[in-house]
């Protein structure tokens, strides 16, 4: 499974922006995929999830209200819509996704065999 994330740019505070995730190879295994991000000077941190069967998301508490994860009908794109960013969003994004058995809540980086390149998003004050 290879991934491959776009959509990250340079916004003000307070405005939104849409991150993709586009898989390819052997999608059809894919039983759960996430986003994570890391910032300048701190450790990558988990964003959200969705089980890709049953649709069930997870959030961060950071992200939670601002932000929604959600993939298509043929589950071949992943979405992160981003609302209100703020200054403390700043941060490479990665998508990540699990093939196969699902151990864990999806909150882990351990969780996740399949990492994209990752996408800058910068918000200014």
């Known amino acids: 499974v290879q991934l491959q994330a776009s959509g990250g740019g340079l916004v003000q505070a307070g405005a939104s922006l849409n991150l993709f995730c586009v898989p390819s190879?052997?999608?059809?295994?894919?039983?759960?995929m996430g986003w994570f991000r890391q910032a300048p000077g701190k450790e990558r941190e988990f964003i959200a999830n969705?089980?890709?069967?049953?649709?069930?998301?997870r959030y961060s508490d950071t992200v939670k209200g601002r932000f929604t994860i959600s993939t298509n009908d043929a589950k071949d794109n992943l979405l992160l819509q981003m609302n209100n960013l703020e200054p403390e969003d700043t941060a490479v994004y990665y998508c990540?996704?699990?093939?196969?058995?699902?151990?864990?809540?999806?909150?882990?980086?351990?969780?996740?065999?399949?990492w994209g390149r990752g996408t800058q998003v910068t918000v200014s004050s």
């Open positions: 990540a996704a699990v093939r196969g058995l699902q151990i864990g809540d999806g909150s882990h980086e351990w969780e996740y065999a399949f």
């Open positions: 969705i089980d890709m069967r049953g649709g069930n998301t």
């Open positions: 190879g052997s999608i059809s295994l894919i039983t759960n």
